[in-house]
């Protein structure tokens, strides 16, 4: 028999179903409470509130597990190729020998953007953040490819699916380029995935430039670790904004706005900042540590620190803390900051403030440092992460939309004025 779960309210009864994941999570089922009961609940922040079924990825945040379609986060980082990744998110299985070429082949002939989307680069201001221009480019895809408005038109899902993780590549590096005053650059084809992303951020008219295949390599390690996470800000962000539908561009271009925060993906960025702080001013570490003890006085938290979901360790930082030890050395690049940021996990996590709360470092604290080493400035480093998360997006955007998923509209606890009358201007 399938298990209930009884509320009582006002000295009533109620019953509600429950149900359990494949990995056994459990929940309530609540979607007839205000019916039945005529309350609502309150979950701030959406803590405990599960918003959706989805079969895309699983993770376990007290035994720090990740899996993307029930394959290890580990196994995939260790042996998989992103665009593998990319496949396995949006269509459920690793893809054949066949599957894969049809796949990458129909990527690589996306990859040019039309060229009045390059006028519209001329309009930002050179030292735009390329967050702001990717987002707002994402969004101008709608209307240049306006054939999904509404979304009605499922047999183009595709292609749109493709020409988003074809031309965001492209569009990331021209706003680099244009922000140091250089010719952008075209893609080529001929070139795979990664190798032709580093090319055009990289490679310039007047002398060669070689992809490093360390530099390949750790990129895609980065790439896959951060393909997906389940609802997290932005991604439950495309799902909302899509559940109205809204257009796959439009849907995703909200997700870009959301990982720009810097909670959320914008804390890459910001962790790098924080470390070239603290080396500024003299490398004391526990400075900080007691500084971001007192958030609540001084405001300053540790960037890198923290999840709302991991509370044991995050395993993507796991193995990026360990990736950016071999790509340092592999690249001989010595990086001080690596060491005021192990010197600060260091001293983080023997302090009882940062255990009982639960605070590890999290994919953010050493992914910047890894970037810097493979020459991506700072400003890159979010853009980055939604090349990587974009894979994830389309995933989550597409199920909510196979699920016929109703449109997403939360219930709020008025707290504001009651009813009171008007009165004309000239009697206030
Ligand atoms: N430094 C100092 N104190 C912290 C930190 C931190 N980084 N993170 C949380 N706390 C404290 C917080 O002040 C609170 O203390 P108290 O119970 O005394 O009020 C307690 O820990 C719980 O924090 P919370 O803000 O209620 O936790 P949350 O689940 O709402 O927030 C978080 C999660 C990731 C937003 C938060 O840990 C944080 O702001 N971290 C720094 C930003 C960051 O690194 N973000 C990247 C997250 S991972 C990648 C991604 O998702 O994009």
């Given amino acids: 028999m399938a298990n209930t779960a009884e509320l009582t309210v006002d000295g009533k009864s109620y019953s509600f179903p429950t149900l359990e994941g494949t990995?056994?999570?459990?929940?309530?089922?609540?979607?007839?409470?205000?019916?039945?009961?005529?309350?609502?609940?309150?979950?701030?922040?959406?803590?405990?509130?599960?918003?959706t079924k989805s079969a895309i990825t699983f993770l376990d945040g007290e035994?720090?597990?990740?899996?993307?379609?029930?394959?290890?986060?580990?196994?995939?980082?260790?042996?998989?190729?992103?665009?593998?990744?990319?496949?396995?998110?949006?269509?459920?299985?690793?893809?054949?020998k066949e599957e894969f070429n049809t796949f990458e082949t129909a990527i690589r002939r996306h990859t040019l953007v039309n060229e009045d989307m390059r006028k519209i680069f001329d309009g930002?201001?050179?030292?735009?953040?390329?967050?702001?221009?990717?987002?707002?480019?994402?969004?101008?895809?709608?209307?240049?490819?306006?054939?999904?408005?509404?979304?009605?038109?499922?047999?183009?899902?595709?292609?749109?699916?493709?020409?988003?993780?074809?031309?965001?590549?492209?569009?990331?590096?021209?706003?680099?380029?244009?922000?140091?005053?250089?010719?952008?650059?075209?893609?080529?084809?001929?070139?795979?995935?990664?190798?032709?992303?580093?090319?055009?951020?990289?490679?310039?008219p007047v002398e060669d430039y070689k992809v490093?295949?360390?530099?390949?390599?750790?990129?895609?390690?980065l790439l896959i670790l951060h393909a997906d996470h389940e609802q997290n800000c932005s991604t439950s962000t495309v799902r909302l904004v899509g559940s109205s539908q809204a257009n796959i561009y439009s849907s995703i271009s909200a997700g870009i706005s959301a990982l720009w925060g810097p909670l959320h993906g914008g804390a890459n960025q910001e962790v790098i900042e924080m470390l070239e702080d603290i080396k500024a001013d003299g490398g004391d570490v526990s400075k900080y540590v007691?500084?971001?003890?007192?958030?609540?006085?001084?405001?300053?938290?540790?960037?890198?620190?923290?999840?709302?979901v991991y509370k044991n360790f995050d395993p993507r930082a796991k193995i990026i803390k360990k990736a950016a030890d071999d790509v340092l050395s592999k690249l001989g690049v010595n990086d001080p900051v690596l060491e005021i940021a192990k010197g600060l996990e260091e001293a983080a996590l023997?302090?009882?403030?940062?255990?009982s709360r639960k605070l590890y470092p999290n994919v953010d604290f050493y992914s910047g440092i890894i970037y810097r080493a493979l020459g991506i400035p700072t400003n890159m480093f979010t853009v980055l992460f939604a090349i990587g998360r974009l894979p994830g997006w389309i995933a989550q955007w597409k199920e909510m939309r196979e699920q016929k998923e109703p449109i997403g509209r939360p219930r709020q606890i008025y707290t504001g004025a009651t009813l009171r009358e008007f009165k004309p201007l000239d009697q206030r």
Avoid: C
């Fill in 63 to 96: 035994l720090g597990i990740l899996q993307y379609r029930g394959y290890s986060i580990e196994d995939l980082a260790a042996k998989a190729s992103f665009l593998e990744v990319a496949y396995l998110l949006i269509y459920g299985e690793l893809p054949t």
């Fill in 212 to 221: 490093d295949p360390v530099v390949a390599e750790a990129l895609n390690v």
């Fill in 290 to 308: 007691e500084m971001a003890k007192n958030a609540k006085t001084t405001g300053f938290r540790l960037f890198g620190f923290g999840h709302r």
């Fill in 350 to 355: 023997h302090d009882d403030y940062f255990v």
């Fill in 23 to 51: 990995e056994h999570e459990k929940a309530f089922d609540i979607s007839n409470l205000r019916d039945q009961t005529g309350y609502v609940t309150l979950d701030r922040g959406y803590k405990n509130t599960g918003a």
């Fill in 124 to 204: 930002f201001p050179v030292n735009a953040h390329p967050m702001g221009v990717l987002s707002s480019l994402v969004s101008a895809m709608s209307a240049f490819y306006p054939d999904l408005q509404g979304g009605s038109d499922e047999d183009k899902t595709d292609l749109h699916i493709i020409r988003l993780l074809a031309k965001i590549p492209t569009i990331a590096t021209w706003s680099y380029k244009r922000s140091l005053g250089h010719p952008m650059n075209y893609p080529k084809n001929q070139l795979d995935y990664i190798p032709n992303f580093l090319n055009m951020m990289f490679s310039l």
